[in-house]
């Protein structure tokens, strides 16, 4: 089993839109999937209710519950777990305990840069992070490369520390996709390729990941 945390103290970074749009790329290869919203507000989990039953679905967990590792059935190979604004490394404790990776999205913008250096800077002091056994990465999200203000915050991310998986573009296809419990992944013509191929950085990353830690274990 996989788990991977979407992260950010900051609010509407695409913590939940991301967090839905890895869920669905799961399902669709086949593999058993849950998707855990920490946060009270609940998208992630209407995201899961609105899903049409004709879609692979993730198993929706109810992370505000204090034992919902209870409801974790035990043959999934993938977690996702989406977790709420103004998070710090103390209230996700028992997240970073468990998950193999935190994927931290990122506005190319100034308010957004700035809470994000904060929160990466503060896990930075959570062991499993300082000891490098949790791995940490960016993903550039509502990316506009025609703007000068988002090529600047992207130099700039590009200065910091840790990999940009990928820099997703700012486009409603995930406005409208996610208000119908779908994904870019659940589609295969042309347009919606284009914008997957610009996920595959991530998972290219996350499958090293993978091959790392099973190579650990052997
Ligand atoms: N790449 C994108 N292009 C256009 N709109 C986007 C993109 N990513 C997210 N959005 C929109 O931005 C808003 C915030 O996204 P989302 O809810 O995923 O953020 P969040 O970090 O989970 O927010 P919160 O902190 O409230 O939980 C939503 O309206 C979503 O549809
Ligand atoms: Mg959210």
Same mark, same amino acid.
């Given at each position: 089993m996989s788990s991977i945390l979407v992260a950010s103290s900051k =609010? =509407?970074?695409?913590? +939940? !839109?991301l967090s839905t749009h890895l869920a669905a790329h799961f399902c669709v290869q086949g593999q058993r999937t849950a998707l855990v919203d920490l946060d009270p507000q609940g998208s992630s989990l209407r *995201?899961?209710?609105?899903? !049409? /039953? *004709?879609?692979?679905?993730p198993v929706a967990i109810d992370g505000t519950q204090e034992r919902w590792h209870k409801a974790m059935p035990e043959d999934v190979q993938q977690v996702v777990i989406?977790?709420?604004? =103004? +998070? !710090? &490394?103390d209230t996700l404790k028992s997240a970073l305990k468990r998950v193999d990776v935190v994927l931290v999205p990122v506005l190319p913008a100034p308010f957004d840069l700035e809470a994000t250096a904060m929160f990466l800077s503060a896990?930075?002091? @959570? &062991?499993? @992070?300082?000891s490098g056994e949790l791995p940490i990465a960016l993903i550039a999200n509502r990316v506009r490369p025609n703007t000068q203000a988002s090529q600047r915050a992207l130099a700039q991310l590009h200065d910091w520390p840790y990999p940009i998986l990928a820099e997703l573009r700012d486009s409603q296809s995930y406005v409208l996709l996610t208000a119908l419990g779908?994904?870019?992944?659940?589609y295969g013509n /042309? @347009?919606?390729q284009e914008q997957q191929a610009l996920w595959q950085g991530v998972f290219t990353y996350l499958r090293k990941l993978e091959r790392r830690s099973k190579s650990a274990k052997d």
């Open positions: =609010g =509407g970074c695409g913590k +939940s !839109t *995201w899961c209710q609105r899903r !049409t /039953e *004709w879609l692979p679905a989406d977790a709420p604004a =103004g +998070s !710090t &490394p896990l930075s002091r @959570v &062991p499993r @992070v300082s779908k994904s870019l992944f659940d /042309e @347009v919606a």
